[in-house]
């Protein structure tokens, strides 16, 4: 696992076993705030550890940005921690997440000690402000990639913790495009310093208009492809000849798994501009079909065991406001 310090007191992790997913931590004089969790045990421990061991503090909020297990399954390592996330993140874990983390048990023993444990406070509209310190975090609504998105924005450092809705090549396959444009536009106004991607490397001031434009051409690009595309006598065949770097991105993203997200983008992309044009969506015109969840079809290697477990207490499923709130946390 890779870690960063990005600025006073805000650290960033990346997993280096599983998608180069992302985790942060923003630390307050008293307690930290964690964003995400990593998609397997030993890693998201790796992070639990680090915060108590080595800074010294507690755990006190943990936000999921949304609800794919790479981004929720480490919940249960962080007991006591106050789980805030989208009001479908908690439905979508409730009814899907349960049964496929039962699932990967069976099949990946390194799963045996995880659980699903469900967000205590929830919200889907506006957005909600929690004082960490001095700093000032805004936590506001983000769908596209999905539809229980969210973001976290470090306000005085001028950091966004975007999740899956910024990615190296977006992922259009669980949500609308047209929320994902409008996203990386109300971004490229905010004056950031950093954008912490869901996954993939920090993207530094610099970087950031460019890598937004880019964002955006290639959403733009791929809207053209499946405009083209309806109007073929064979779709299917014409998609399959559309590569991610005539839409304008790079196949090497993402440790090479670009390119199975791209032909994803392509039919997901197609669908969606076939019911702009009224026209019937068949799922079996087409080769490929996009997954439930983000970067789902990479199987975890079966020998991979946590190198230790740490014990810890499931947390109530519903939150009880008076139990964990003081009255100087400010939402």
């Known amino acids: 696992m890779q870690r960063e310090r990005v600025s006073e007191n805000i650290y960033w992790f990346q997993s280096d076993v599983y998608a180069q997913v992302t985790a942060g931590v923003i630390v307050g004089p008293q307690w930290a705030i964690v964003v995400d969790t990593l998609a397997v045990p030993e890693e998201s421990q790796a992070i639990q550890k680090f915060i108590t061991e080595e800074i010294g503090l507690p755990v006190r909020y943990l936000i999921n940005t949304h609800s794919h297990s790479d981004h929720t399954w480490g919940n249960c390592f962080f007991p006591g921690a106050t789980i805030i996330a989208?009001?479908?993140?908690?439905?979508?874990?409730?009814?899907?997440?349960?049964e496929e983390l039962e699932s990967t048990k069976k099949q990946n023993p390194a799963f045996q000690n995880s659980k699903i444990i469900l967000p205590h406070l929830t919200f889907s509209y506006g957005e909600l402000t929690l004082k960490v310190g001095k700093k000032n975090l805004i936590i506001f609504l983000t769908p596209g990639h999905t539809e229980d998105g969210i973001s976290v924005f470090v306000e005085e450092d001028r950091v966004l913790f975007a999740g899956d809705a910024f990615l190296p090549v977006p992922q259009l396959t669980d949500g609308r495009y047209k929320d994902t444009l409008a996203f990386m536009k109300k971004i490229g106004s905010m004056g950031l310093e950093n954008i912490i991607q869901g996954h993939g490397d920090i993207i530094l001031r610099g970087e950031i208009d460019d890598a937004i434009q880019e964002n955006v051409n290639y959403i733009e690009n791929l809207h053209e492809v499946a405009q083209k595309a309806i109007k073929k006598r064979n779709p299917a065949e014409f998609l399959n000849n559309i590569t991610i770097e005539s839409c304008g991105k790079s196949r090497v993203y993402l440790a090479g798994l670009a390119e199975q997200l791209h032909k994803r983008n392509l039919v997901w992309m197609?669908?969606?501009?076939?019911?702009?044009?009224?026209?019937p969506k068949s799922d079996d015109e087409y080769e490929e079909e996009p997954l439930e969840d983000d970067f789902d079809d990479l199987n975890f290697d079966e020998e991979y065991t946590p190198d230790n477990d740490l014990d810890h207490e499931e947390p109530d499923d519903f939150y009880d406001e008076d139990d964990d709130f003081d009255e100087d946390d400010e939402f």
């Not at 009001?87 to 349960?98: D, L, P, S, V, W």
């Not at 197609?270 to 026209?279: D, I, P, R, T, W």
């Open 270 to 279: 197609f669908k969606q501009v076939a019911s702009e044009e009224g026209l």
């Open 86 to 98: 989208h009001t479908k993140c908690a439905e979508f874990m409730r009814n899907q997440g349960i």
